[in-house]
Nanobody, 126 residues
Framework: QVQLVESGGGLVQAGGSLRLSCAASGRTFGSAAMGWFRQAPGTEREFVAAISRNGGTTYYANPVKGRFTISRDNAKYTAYLQMNSLKPADTAAYYC???????????????????WGQGTQVTVSS
């Protein structure tokens, strides 16, 4: 079993920055590709960013490319999402997820992730 706990959300003005953290416990963290997703009220959960097991490969959704950076520290069992130049459209609950499939490098498909955190709210004011 794996537990994922997100933190770092909050209220920020447009143009500001936040750093989300995802602390993992349970199975070996370095065996999982990690992803960040977000969901705004009344919308479907959408992919934000993903990172491979060793951190060497990353993948971003177009709306966040160039503004968000995903990273991980396998020794600390933690994944991060650095969010810069935030926009009101980034307002959502943000979720981290772990994919333990041996075939995955980076994964944008929510249905293929094995474990999810409870989410952290990010609100960007204009």
């Amino acid at each position: 079993q794996v537990q994922l706990v997100e933190s770092g959300g909050g209220l920020v003005q447009a143009g500001g920055s936040l750093r989300l953290s995802c602390a993992a416990s349970g199975r070996t963290f370095g065996s999982a590709a990690m992803g960040w997703f977000r969901q705004a009220p009344g919308t479907e959960r959408e992919f934000v960013a993903a990172i491979s097991r060793n951190g060497g490969t990353t993948y971003y959704a177009n709306p966040v490319k160039g503004r968000f950076t995903i990273s991980r520290d396998n020794a600390k069992y933690t994944a991060y999402l650095q969010m810069n130049s935030l926009k009101p459209a980034d307002t959502a609950a943000y979720y981290c997820a772990a994919d333990y499939s041996k075939w995955s490098v980076v994964n944008a498909l929510a249905d293929e992730y094995d474990y999810w955190g409870q989410g952290t709210q990010v609100t960007v004011s204009s």
